[in-house]
């Protein structure tokens, strides 16, 4: 492998083989592309899935150092982050690898002035602006841990989130400008850290905005008071490539969020891997990836991977429908974006406010454009193709989770075939399988079944934060020997790989996971909910939507009135993402003998669909079905 960079369907398919056959082999090639301060004394030590999976353990190296010092020589004065505001008046800010690498040392020097130290964990609660980028590396550069809390989240949910980690030290921002909304970030970080956030020593602030916020000089403090006057050489932490990397909080089926844990070296290793094969980046080339940074695809694609990779990676602080609905489209025109990564929702959600909004815009630099974080519909798929990709540009959907830190499943653009709505074919190193409800895995193609891995990644999740039993039981206890993804899936004749949708009891609302536990827990709050049950079902816009069923005690007063308390207090407790769009007042809830509610038939009546219930002979209350259907509010 002369290049991390595959070129050809002929290499492709020699290097999948050659990673199934000798994956050891295989992953040091790549691994090699990288500055090691010395090298790994196993590439990885296991041939089985498991989560104490170890790879290039004994290596040790910094990634920022692969981030930033080893591309200076030759591209210091190349634009690593191109930042494009909220306002399109105000103007792009433009960091070199250059400055960056002196950002981030002064930054990471002024958190070594506040005491951090290597394995401490910092909290990020910040908007999409440079300093997100700054810090989380300044974070990285002297071995502390992040967790980037997307900022939507309310401020118990962030609360919930510094406790499970104990972090340290928040970073956050003052306000955080959003469309025309200026949301208080400052506000939410006092108001969690009032809920008993013991931990937390320090609450370093950037001023975004300049608007006044209340402070507290024990803990408070300016990042314009000690990050500016730093020294810009920072020494990098030697890290382990075993070393903790960063948490990052995500929903599951049960209980409250996970942190889930990605160390150093295979991270490292597989998203740049994976960003220069799935974009097929090539100097000069200007990315885009629109997520937020308080997600995964923030964390890989929008900094780690296109850093590692030498990559300009352009960041947008504000809103797809600001000031209009073709704000994408002018941001690739005015930068001359050349892949283009996004969500099907936010895709689906600009098709309906202007079919035509795009031919405004001189698309014409696009070559890849990427879609990710949930299924991807036909109609969504066409119009992003012929509008926005102008046919000329594949379309990579690619799958993945916060837990397998990079993509797995991906069409590579001008290298394998596309197929609307297929996420296609494994990367090379990666090895999927369908199983049945019994484990069994299913041969040959043209089967549908329960999406799993057989072989360790090198940026499998090492553990959920705190509660290493969880991680096993989650992910690596429900079938033998594998690792359970939650999706369904589909292998067509030629092997592509199609993702159904989750199996379990996770939402995925605009690409954002979402468990139907913590939504009926935050209902439950309410002083007048005896009891809740939330189902998704299809939504036009968001993919799914969230459903709610709630028994009250009676006492509610107008209904209308009620359903709005019942949307602040899961605002309150969650955030705003994970209000229901419908809420149906029952007084009973289907229930087996065991006690189970049978969600099958909440599923059903939310989607509109009011027979073919499948077997109710299990049900403790038959008679409840009726009345459940009678009161189904009609959506979409
Ligand atoms: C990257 C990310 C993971 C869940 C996953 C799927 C769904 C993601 C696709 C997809 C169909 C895709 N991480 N998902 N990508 N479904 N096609 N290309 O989204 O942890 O937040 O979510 O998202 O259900 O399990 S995540």
Not at 240 to 259: M, N
Not at 284 to 290: E, I, S
Not at 573 to 602: C, F, H, Y
Request: aromatic residues 10%; glycine residues 8%.
């Amino acid at each position: 492998m002369k290049s991390i960079q595959i070129s050809s369907l002929a290499e492709y398919k020699e290097l999948y083989q050659k990673s199934v056959d000798d994956p050891q082999g295989f992953w040091e090639e790549v691994a090699s592309h990288f500055t090691w301060r010395q090298k790994w004394s196993h590439v990885l030590k296991s041939d089985f899935i498991t989560p104490d999976v170890r790879w290039f353990e004994g290596g040790k190296f910094n990634i920022t150092e692969n981030c930033l010092d080893r591309h200076i020589e030759k591209n210091g004065d190349t634009p690593a982050i191109l930042w494009e505001g909220n306002n399109p008046e105000t103007p792009s800010v433009v960091l070199t690898y250059k400055q960056l690498l002196s950002e981030v040392n002064k930054c990471a020097n002024a958190l070594k002035s506040l005491g951090i130290k290597k394995g401490d964990r910092i909290c990020f609660y910040m908007p999409m602006i440079p300093q997100v980028a700054v810090a989380i590396l300044a974070c990285a550069r002297i071995g502390a841990i992040h967790s980037v809390v997307f900022a939507g989240f309310s401020a118990n949910a962030l609360a919930d989130r510094i406790k499970d980690s104990e972090c340290k030290l928040v970073i956050c921002s003052d306000y955080n400008r959003r469309g025309n909304k200026n949301i208080p970030v400052k506000e939410v970080v006092d108001e969690a850290i009032a809920m008993g956030c013991d931990s937390v020593e320090k609450v370093l602030v950037y001023n975004a905005t300049g608007q006044s916020v209340n402070w507290n000089n024990d803990k408070d403090i300016w990042w314009e008071n000690i990050v500016p006057q730093q020294n810009d050489v920072c020494e990098p932490e030697i890290m382990d490539a075993e070393d903790v990397l960063f948490i990052l909080y995500t929903s599951g089926s049960t209980g409250k969020p996970k942190g889930v844990v990605h160390t150093c070296g295979g991270y490292m290793v597989y998203t740049c891997y994976t960003f220069l094969n799935v974009f097929q980046y090539k100097p000069g080339d200007v990315y885009w990836c629109t997520a937020d940074v308080g997600w995964i695809t923030g964390h890989s694609y929008i900094i780690y991977g296109p850093l590692l990779s030498g990559a300009t990676s352009l960041m947008f602080e504000g809103v797809p429908t600001y000031p209009d609905s073709g704000r994408f489209w002018q941001v690739c025109e005015k930068h001359k974006v050349n892949q283009f990564y996004t969500a099907p929702t936010a895709i689906r959600a600009l098709m309906a406010s202007g079919y035509d909004e795009p031919d405004k815009y001189d698309l014409s630099s696009l070559k890849v454009i990427g879609s990710v974080g949930e299924p991807i519909n036909e109609e969504a798929w066409n119009w992003y193709y012929e509008k926005i990709g102008h046919k000329n540009c594949p379309i990579v959907d690619t799958w993945w989770q916060t837990e397998t830190g990079g993509i797995l499943i991906s069409p590579l653009p001008g290298i394998t075939d596309m197929k609307p709505c297929f996420a296609s074919y494994p990367l090379p190193g990666v090895q999927p399988c369908l199983v049945d409800t019994n484990g069994v895995e299913l041969e040959g193609n043209n089967v549908e079944g329960l999406l799993c891995m057989k072989f360790p990644w090198p940026s499998i999740l090492r553990t959920t934060y705190g509660d290493h039993e969880r991680c096993r039981t989650t992910y690596f206890s429900t079938f033998n020997n594998k690792y359970f993804t939650g999706d369904g899936a589909r292998r067509d004749e030629d092997g592509r790989y199609r993702i159904i949708g989750r199996v379990d009891d996770v939402i995925n609302v605009s690409g954002h996971r979402i468990g139907t536990a913590e939504v009926e827990d935050a209902i439950n709050q309410h002083e007048h909910v005896i009891e809740s049950a939330v189902v998704g079902f299809p939504h036009n816009i968001k993919g799914q939507g969230i459903y709610a069923y709630v028994i009250t005690n009676g006492a509610i007063g107008e209904e209308n009135a009620f359903r709005k308390q019942v949307l602040d207090v899961v605002t309150k407790e969650i955030g705003p993402i994970a209000k229901p769009d419908a809420i149906q007042i029952v007084t009973q809830l289907p229930k087996t003998r065991s006690g189970k509610i049978m969600r099958r038939i909440l599923r059903k009546i939310a989607e509109g669909e009011f027979d073919n219930f499948g077997d109710t002979s299990t049900l403790l209350n038959p008679e409840c079905v009726e009345d459940l259907k009678n009161g189904a509010l009609t959506l979409n």
